[in-house]
């Protein structure tokens, strides 16, 4: 499965942003669906996932309460959805595809990965 992310951007902190990940191919309900993100000099970290039935949802800590994930199963994407936006959540950020079950919270549990998008937030 090929992974598109897209809608970063600049944001002022406090601001919203809306990313989306669209997966090709007709298998996208059977992936477990999370994001990461990769700030500059530190290493992937988990954020949030998604069940296959889009029912049951993971967050890390950090953005719990103000990040939400969720999935359309008939158009094949998976959205996050990041609001109060804090200048420490600056990222590159990662779509991914799991096999797994649960939360697939590690990023060596996740098969496919998209390209990565960009949010900034300023303070």
């Known amino acids: 499965v090929q992974l598109q992310a897209c809608g970063g951007g600049l944001v002022q902190a406090g601001g919203s942003l809306r990313l989306s990940c669209v997966a090709s191919?007709?298998?996208?309900?059977?992936?477990?669906m999370g994001w990461f993100r990769q700030a500059p000099g530190k290493e992937r970290r988990y954020v949030t996932s998604?069940?296959?039935?889009?029912?049951?949802?993971y967050y890390a800590d950090s953005v719990k309460g103000r990040f939400t994930i969720s999935r359309d199963n008939a158009k094949n994407t998976v959205y996050l959805q990041m609001d109060l936006l804090k200048p420490e959540d600056t990222a590159l950020y990662y779509c991914?595809?799991?096999?797994?079950?649960?939360?697939?919270?590690?990023?060596?549990?996740?098969?496919?990965w998209g390209q990565g998008t960009l949010v900034t937030v300023s303070s």
């Open positions: 191919g007709r298998t996208f309900s059977s992936y477990v």
């Open positions: 991914a595809a799991s096999t797994n079950f649960g939360s697939s919270s590690r990023p060596g549990e996740y098969d496919y």
């Open positions: 998604i069940a296959r039935s889009g029912i049951n949802t």
